[in-house]
Protein backbone atom coordinates (compact mmCIF):
# COMPACT_ATOMS: atom_id res chain seq x y z
CA UNK A 1 0.00 0.00 0.00
CA UNK A 2 2.85 2.64 1.07
CA UNK A 3 4.90 2.51 -2.09
CA UNK A 4 2.12 2.95 -4.29
CA UNK A 5 1.86 6.35 -3.08
CA UNK A 6 3.69 8.80 -5.12
CA UNK A 7 2.34 12.15 -3.57
CA UNK A 8 1.71 12.96 -0.25
CA UNK A 9 1.04 15.92 2.00
CA UNK A 10 2.74 16.15 5.52
CA UNK A 11 1.21 18.00 7.39
CA UNK A 12 1.59 20.06 11.28
CA UNK A 13 -0.74 16.81 12.95
CA UNK A 14 1.78 14.29 11.52
CA UNK A 15 5.03 16.05 13.21
CA UNK A 16 2.93 16.84 16.38
CA UNK A 17 2.03 13.02 16.39
CA UNK A 18 5.98 11.98 15.64
CA UNK A 19 7.40 14.11 18.27
CA UNK A 20 5.46 11.98 20.92
CA UNK A 21 6.07 8.40 19.31
CA UNK A 22 7.53 6.05 21.70
CA UNK A 23 10.59 4.60 20.09
CA UNK A 24 12.83 1.68 21.71
CA UNK A 25 15.01 -0.59 20.88
CA UNK A 26 13.78 -4.34 19.52
CA UNK A 27 16.59 -6.89 20.01
CA UNK A 28 14.34 -9.69 19.83
CA UNK A 29 14.67 -10.00 16.24
CA UNK A 30 17.23 -11.03 13.84
CA UNK A 31 19.62 -8.41 14.09
CA UNK A 32 17.81 -5.89 16.17
CA UNK A 33 16.40 -2.48 15.20
CA UNK A 34 14.72 0.44 16.59
CA UNK A 35 11.17 0.60 16.37
CA UNK A 36 8.53 2.51 17.36
CA UNK A 37 5.81 0.29 19.95
CA UNK A 38 2.96 -0.67 18.05
CA UNK A 39 1.19 -1.19 21.48
CA UNK A 40 1.85 1.86 22.58
CA UNK A 41 2.99 4.50 20.07
CA UNK A 42 2.43 7.54 22.05
CA UNK A 43 3.13 6.15 25.23
CA UNK A 44 -0.22 4.81 26.24
CA UNK A 45 -2.25 1.84 24.69
CA UNK A 46 -5.07 3.70 24.91
CA UNK A 47 -4.00 5.10 21.00
CA UNK A 48 -7.13 7.29 20.23
CA UNK A 49 -7.21 9.32 23.23
CA UNK A 50 -2.94 10.08 23.05
CA UNK A 51 -3.93 11.14 19.63
CA UNK A 52 -6.62 13.33 20.85
CA UNK A 53 -4.56 15.23 23.45
CA UNK A 54 -1.72 15.44 21.07
CA UNK A 55 -3.80 17.29 18.36
CA UNK A 56 -6.01 18.72 20.79
CA UNK A 57 -9.34 16.73 19.84
CA UNK A 58 -12.37 17.05 21.93
CA UNK A 59 -14.96 14.03 22.51
CA UNK A 60 -18.35 14.60 21.94
CA UNK A 61 -20.15 13.74 24.97
CA UNK A 62 -18.02 10.50 26.57
CA UNK A 63 -16.89 8.95 23.04
CA UNK A 64 -14.79 10.38 19.79
CA UNK A 65 -17.48 10.00 16.81
CA UNK A 66 -17.10 7.68 14.41
CA UNK A 67 -15.63 10.43 12.11
CA UNK A 68 -13.40 11.24 14.36
CA UNK A 69 -11.69 8.36 15.03
CA UNK A 70 -11.53 7.82 11.35
CA UNK A 71 -9.74 11.00 10.58
CA UNK A 72 -7.30 9.81 13.50
CA UNK A 73 -6.48 6.60 12.39
CA UNK A 74 -5.46 7.70 9.20
CA UNK A 75 -3.52 10.35 10.42
CA UNK A 76 -1.81 7.83 12.59
CA UNK A 77 -1.07 5.45 9.62
CA UNK A 78 -0.44 8.06 7.41
CA UNK A 79 2.96 8.85 10.18
CA UNK A 80 4.63 5.77 8.60
CA UNK A 81 4.72 8.08 5.35
CA UNK A 82 5.69 11.29 6.91
CA UNK A 83 8.36 9.60 9.03
CA UNK A 84 9.93 7.76 5.63
CA UNK A 85 9.99 11.68 3.89
CA UNK A 86 12.20 12.85 7.10
CA UNK A 87 14.54 9.42 7.13
CA UNK A 88 14.91 10.13 3.03
CA UNK A 89 15.26 13.93 3.69
CA UNK A 90 16.67 14.82 6.88
CA UNK A 91 14.14 17.40 7.73
CA UNK A 92 10.57 17.44 9.42
CA UNK A 93 8.99 19.68 7.32
CA UNK A 94 5.71 20.36 6.70
CA UNK A 95 4.83 20.40 2.98
CA UNK A 96 3.89 18.24 -0.48
CA UNK A 97 6.67 15.80 -1.39
CA UNK A 98 6.42 13.35 -4.12
CA UNK A 99 8.68 10.38 -5.29
CA UNK A 100 9.42 7.77 -8.19
CA UNK A 101 6.67 4.96 -8.42
CA UNK A 102 9.39 2.41 -6.60
CA UNK A 103 11.96 4.09 -5.31
CA UNK A 104 12.19 6.05 -1.90
CA UNK A 105 13.49 9.06 -3.21
CA UNK A 106 10.92 11.44 -1.50
CA UNK A 107 11.45 15.37 -2.49
CA UNK A 108 9.70 18.09 -1.59
CA UNK A 109 7.64 20.38 -4.61
CA UNK A 110 6.00 22.69 -2.13
Do not use: C
Not at 20 to 37: C, H, L, R, S
Not at 62 to 76: I, R, S, V
Amino acid sequence: MLEEIKRFEVKEQHLKLISKMWVQYNDYTEFGAPEIDPKRPYGNSDVYDDIAEILNIKKKGDDFTAKQEKEMLQLHMDTAIAIQIFFVTGKMETGIYEKSQYGIDWKKIK
